[in-house]
């Protein structure tokens, strides 16, 4: 097997351009097993859920009144068997005296091998719905389903034992945040492996064979995450988030930070993921950057689940307001909905300020 060369942002990635990494060839004695570092973040995993709010946690307004009913129609209704089954979803922030919802009512569900993207701008709730779904925030109400497990009342030693088996992954913005600075790629690919217990041998071999899938030269393995670019940290990021074989990973604006050539790449990267039976949430305020991935797209508007179905039908027949000014903002975009000045003008009027 050859490495893809990765120049650095900007630049395509030719293929077979440098020789096979001998840390790919011979795996030495298993030295000394660092903390868990898996993709969830850097810091403890198995931690109390937060009391306190993200930052994208805002008071849930009132729907406008015109609006069409975003319900279960035959293109949007859910997966019989889904990785992931959110229902009637509600988290709260706050004292008892003051306290804020920042889900209302959100259902959801993802199917193996699809992708759904999770729409919506600042502090209209993505981030706490990922939360919950990591088990970061408890729930004030409905129920979280995970490869068909109910984790809703799950404790930290139960959700200490689904992170250790590697069900659930997340990939951040900034993939600084999941990748140890002090640590080799090498490392820290291989490190989740031999935390569960993965005999070195076949944790190079699982490395090996992720190389190529992320487009990731194998010469880079002996590299710090500050020597590589920004493309690149993206990518060890979502191999890392693989290496564990997820049912489910979260994407949380996996390439807003990107220049256009990398962007492109990580895109294509987590399309030829469907192949894998991965499902993923894609997580992003950018309509533009999930319209080309996402199998179908969930509209979140000051938390609440506006608007959901396949990724065609929100792009060509938008319903909700908020989803047509999304459309709207995007006319670049092909087969969207035509959303004219004057339209957008009394849509914002719709909208509570």
Do not use: C
């Amino acid at each position: 097997m050859t490495g893809t060369a990765d120049p650095g942002p900007g630049r395509p990635v030719p293929a077979g351009t440098s020789p096979l990494h001998p840390f790919l060839t011979a795996a030495g004695p298993a030295g000394p097993v660092p903390g868990d570092m898996a993709a969830a973040g850097p810091t403890s995993a198995d931690a109390e859920p937060a009391s306190a709010p993200p930052t994208d946690a805002r008071p849930a307004g009132p729907t406008p009144t015109d609006a069409r009913p975003a319900g279960p129609t035959p293109t949007d209704a859910g997966p019989v068997n889904p990785v992931l089954a959110v229902a009637g979803l509600d988290v709260d922030f706050g004292s008892r005296r003051r306290r804020r919802r920042a889900l209302r009512g959100v259902s959801l569900s993802v199917a193996p091998g699809e992708t759904v993207g999770l729409i919506g701008e600042t502090g209209s709730g993505k981030s706490t719905l990922a939360r919950a779904v990591l088990g970061l925030v408890r729930p004030a109400g409905g129920s979280i389903a995970v490869a068909g497990e109910d984790v809703t009342g799950y404790g930290r030693r139960q959700w200490r034992e689904l992170r250790r088996r590697g069900v659930v992954q997340y990939v951040f913005q900034d993939p600084l945040r999941s990748l140890d600075p002090d640590l080799t790629v090498a490392d820290s690919l291989t490190e989740p492996l031999l935390i569960r217990g993965v005999p070195r041998q076949e944790a190079v071999d699982r490395v090996r064979a992720l190389l190529d899938r992320v487009r990731l030269a194998a010469e880079l393995l002996d590299r710090l995450p500050g020597e590589l670019s920004g493309g690149q940290r993206q990518r060890v990021a979502v191999a890392r988030a693989l290496i564990t074989e997820p049912r489910l990973v979260i994407l949380d604006e996996p390439v807003s930070a990107l220049d256009s050539a990398n962007r492109v790449q990580v895109l294509e990267i987590l399309k030829e993921l469907r192949d894998t039976g991965v499902a993923q949430i894609f997580i992003s305020h950018d309509l533009g950057s999930v319209a080309g991935v996402a199998d179908r797209i969930a509209v979140l508007y000051r938390g609440e689940l506006v608007e959901t179905g396949t990724a065609r039908d929100v792009i060509a027949r938008p319903r909700h307001p908020y989803t047509r000014l999304l459309v709207g903002s995007a006319p670049t975009l092909r087969g969207a909905a035509t959303v004219g000045r004057a339209e957008r003008e009394a849509l914002r009027a719709l909208l509570p300020a």
